[in-house]
């Protein structure tokens, strides 16, 4: 986590589509994550709605709670004393074919987008990786999607964590126009 070099986060318009897909709930993000475990120790609880039966079914039961404030049969599986996921082993994740819908749509790369810095506890591997990400911009269309990302950052409710005020200046400026 200590290397400082560009990633490359892939060209910004089909990177806009294929997150459109995911928050829809129709897909998966692919982040090239590589070697990087950031977001599993980051002192983060990972919300599992009840319609993840394949999840469900691989997380042992002890490690679920109810989801304060949600409907009767949502989860959320907690950390352990380091801020990791009690499913992260040392050689990735241990349910990573079945790990839950927000591991299969967290990406970092909202934050690079938006020029949002991920702040709060465990946050900083986060953040430093965000850092490195750079996308392809074709033209004066993916420039111009970018420059309102960042302006509906600025114009955003400051009370919002960092990932909420990211992905509202992205749905709010680019989905519908990414196609």
Same mark, same amino acid.
């Given at each position: 986590m200590d290397d400082a070099r560009p990633l490359d986060a892939g060209e910004l318009h089909h990177w806009l589509d294929e997150l459109a897909v995911a928050l829809r709930g129709e897909g998966d993000t692919d982040v090239p994550c590589g070697d990087c475990t950031a977001c599993c120790e980051a002192f983060q609880f990972i919300h599992v709605a009840p319609d993840e039966t394949d999840t469900l079914a691989h997380i042992?039961?002890?490690?679920?709670?109810? +989801?304060? !404030? +949600?409907?009767?049969?949502?989860? *959320?599986?907690?950390? &352990?004393?380091?801020? @990791?996921?009690?499913m992260l082993r040392d050689d990735g994740c241990s349910i990573y074919a079945h790990r839950? @819908?927000?591991? @299969?749509?967290? &990406?970092?790369? *909202?934050?690079?987008?938006? !020029? *949002?810095?991920?702040?709060?506890?465990?946050? &900083?591997?986060?953040a430093a990786r965000a850092a490195r990400w750079r996308f392809a911009v074709r033209d004066g269309r993916d420039q111009d999607s970018l420059d309102a990302m960042h302006e509906a950052v600025a114009a955003a409710d400051t009370d919002l964590p960092p990932i909420a005020r990211a992905l509202a200046a992205i749905e709010s400026t680019t989905f519908g126009e990414s196609s």
């Open positions: 042992p039961s002890p490690l679920l709670f109810p +989801a304060p !404030g +949600a409907p009767a049969g949502y989860r *959320v599986m907690g950390y &352990d004393e380091r801020g @990791r996921c009690p839950p @819908r927000t591991c @299969r749509t967290y &990406d970092c790369r *909202v934050f690079a987008a938006t !020029g *949002v810095t991920p702040t709060g506890r465990g946050q &900083d591997a986060i």
